[in-house]
């Protein structure tokens, strides 16, 4: 299944130019939509709750600030980025008796759509811009002049113009200067929710924490243990996102290559892989939306209690002791 992917040359930033843009959040994903699409040329609000700690850092950066619903009933395109636990309460309340014929309705996450939380009238067009990445790199990346990849869904076309606005609001953040992937709201919530649990948080922070765990288990000082499982990491990850394995490989010693071939393997081996497996069939039949869903309402307790775990871990006070000592810190 081969995807296209569109860059500068084929968006029409008059497209979105041409929209009063209302950016519901100015959280991660809020801020740099925002600021992006303003130093896109574009026409931008941001709409917070009243008493909302954001009001005034979003005005500080020079940007028009309004209540969620007076945002929503200026804009022809509302962008939802408030926590997706909260956007269906949000959306119904605040936006929805805002949305008018001919409207588009945005999201970065396919995940309220896809699992049904938010069903949008049928004459407003549904898009979706999802960076894939933080939304701190979003905005770090633009203002150095690269960008972050972008998916770019359509989920309703009630103008027959939903693909232009989608291909033009990636270009206006700043995706097109890397590439717009084209894709469905199904793939982008089942394949995000994957990668960040299986391999990019999930999957990442266990394999460090195991790691560390090991050395420190079997008397190796907790300092060594992480300057070699957690502060490397980064070094050996921008040499494959720079150049490709083959690069990092290149880099790295024949005795850590030979001992990658063989270790690899016995560590993400094939119960590693079934387990992959059943956290993707877990996303697909929204199990994993609803356990979600239902921990928000109980007030995110299970969350809650595995954020305290992993704060209060040896790795993580080591690290905190160890980075002040770094001379760019200090
Ligand atoms: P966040 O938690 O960083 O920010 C949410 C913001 O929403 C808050 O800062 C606040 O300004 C606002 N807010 C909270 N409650 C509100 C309310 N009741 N009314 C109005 N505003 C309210 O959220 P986020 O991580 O940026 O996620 C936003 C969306 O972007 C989600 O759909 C998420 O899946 C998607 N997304 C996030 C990232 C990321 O880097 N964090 C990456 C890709 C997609
Ligand atoms: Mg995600
Ligand atoms: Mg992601």
Not at 152 to 166: I, K, L
Not at 214 to 242: N, Q
């Amino acid at each position: 299944m081969a995807v296209t992917i569109y860059y500068e040359q084929d968006c029409d930033p008059s497209v979105i130019r041409g929209k009063k843009i209302a950016v519901i959040g100015y959280g991660s994903q809020g801020h740099a939509h925002a600021l992006n699409l303003r130093d896109s040329g574009c026409d931008v609000r941001v709409g917070l709750r009243e008493g909302s700690s954001s009001w005034a850092a979003a005005e500080e950066a020079g940007l028009a600030v309004k209540t969620v619903e007076e945002a929503a009933e200026e804009a022809d395109l509302v962008m939802i980025l408030v926590p997706d636990e909260l956007q269906p309460q949000v959306y119904e309340e605040q936006i929805a008796p805002h949305l008018h014929a001919g409207d588009t309705l945005a999201f970065a996450h396919g995940f309220n759509v896809h699992y049904g939380y938010i069903t949008p009238p049928e004459d407003v067009d549904v898009i979706m811009c999802a960076p894939k990445g933080p939304g701190h790199i979003v905005r770090r990346q633009f203002t150095e002049g690269s960008g972050v990849p972008d998916l770019a869904c359509v989920a309703q076309d009630a103008s027959g113009r939903a693909w232009d606005t989608a291909l033009s609001y990636c270009w206006g953040v700043g995706g097109a200067r890397s590439g717009i992937i084209k894709a469905t709201f199904a793939q982008e919530t089942e394949e995000d929710l994957f990668g960040e649990q299986a391999v990019l948080c999930g999957g990442l922070v266990e394999l460090v924490k195991a790691g560390f765990e090991t050395l420190v288990e079997a008397g190796y000082p907790p300092e060594l243990a992480y300057f070699e499982c957690y502060h490397e990491m980064k070094m050996i990850v921008d040499l494959m996102y720079e150049s490709g394995i083959h690069f990092m490989n290149y880099s790295i010693s024949n005795t850590a290559e030979y001992g990658e071939y063989y270790a690899g393997p016995k560590v993400i081996n094939e119960q590693s892989r079934e387990a992959m497996r059943e956290i993707l069939a877990r996303i697909q039949d929204g199990s994993f939306a609803r356990a979600f869903m239902a921990d928000c309402a109980d007030g995110h307790k299970w969350l809650l209690e595995q954020r305290e775990a992993i704060n209060t871990h040896e790795i993580e006070q080591t690290g905190e002791r160890i980075r002040q000592m770094f001379s760019w810190t200090r």
